[in-house]
């Protein structure tokens, strides 16, 4: 089963071509003000991408914080009830959740499962903390 519930979407610039990484975690461009992958898996996250867009075209994000459900892709398996923080494995793959360790921002848990890798899943968008 798989639930959405916007809550709150912001539209941003895309820093960088975005049309493969819909339902993917980004970040906020500190320099441009604009959206775009992460660049480590310590960024800090902004929330899940809606759509799929190019560089300059509107980007709609989810954002975190705001209790919103999102569909996110996952890096793996990842059961029910998951904090997730995001990917980082190279500057063109990056923003899938993961089961969050200490050195990351948890973005949210989540609400269905995944059975593999780049399978949507449900995540609550909340801030929580990931225990030692």
Do not use: H, W
């Amino acid at each position: 089963m798989s639930l959405d519930n916007k809550i709150l979407d912001i539209t941003f610039a895309a820093d960088e071509d975005l049309t493969a990484d819909q339902f993917k975690i980004v970040v906020l461009d500190a320099t441009s003000g604009q959206v775009r992958r992460p660049n480590a898996a310590t960024d800090i996250p902004l929330g899940v991408l809606q759509n799929a867009p190019n560089v300059g075209e509107a980007a709609v994000v989810r954002v975190i914080g705001c209790g919103g459900i999102s569909l996110v892709q996952a890096s793996a398996a990842l059961g029910i009830g998951t904090i997730v923080g995001m990917t980082y494995v190279s500057a063109t793959d990056g923003g899938k959740a993961q089961a969050a360790v200490t050195t990351q921002y948890p973005v949210g848990v989540l609400l269905s499962a995944s059975a593999n890798a780049d399978e949507l899943c449900s995540m609550l968008m909340t801030p929580l903390t990931v225990k030692a």
